[in-house]
């Protein structure tokens, strides 16, 4: 979905799961699950991840450029953090919750191509339970194809 919406847009995308493994100083693209708390994911690198991603956020508005940041947006400190970048570089700001339900997000996870992401069941799961509210987000749901969210995102 994000890149469905940088492309459409002509932004840039941020990915917390390809900057969580290039801070850490790995591949991208290479697997290094672990359980939510533990590994890559930590308190203290899910904090330094989303510090990173807001440093090449600003690089990029500063520079002209819309920015899709794709991350999970756990917890409203974080939130809040993008919007007060947007405030400072004078930049529009939309927040979008993708949702899903249980059943499908599983088969994606399942299906998917191996890619930046480590998500598993476990970690779905697991996120599930400790997600904060998010209400200043318009939902999106993603049950359907790519096209047909962002047409949702466009009635927004």
Request: hydrophobic share 40%.
């Amino acid at each position: 979905m994000a890149a469905a919406l940088a492309e459409r847009t002509g932004a840039v995308v941020l990915s917390s799961d390809v900057v969580r493994k290039e801070s850490a100083g790995l591949n991208p693209q290479s697997s290094h699950p672990s359980a939510v708390g533990c590994g890559l994911y930590t308190a203290d690198r899910t904090a330094a991840t989303y510090t990173e991603l807001m440093h090449r956020a600003h690089e990029q508005v500063t520079m002209g450029r819309s920015v899709v940041i794709d991350a999970s947006w756990n917890d409203e400190q974080t939130r809040e953090q993008a919007r007060t970048l947007a405030v400072t570089t004078h930049s529009d700001f939309v927040e979008l919750e993708c949702r899903v339900p249980k059943r499908i997000a599983v088969k994606r996870i399942a299906t998917r191509p191996r890619g930046a992401s480590d998500a598993s069941t476990h970690v779905y799961d697991a996120m599930t339970g400790t997600r904060r509210p998010w209400p200043s987000a318009s939902v999106i749901d993603t049950a359907g194809t790519v096209a047909e969210s962002l047409a949702a995102v466009g009635t927004r």
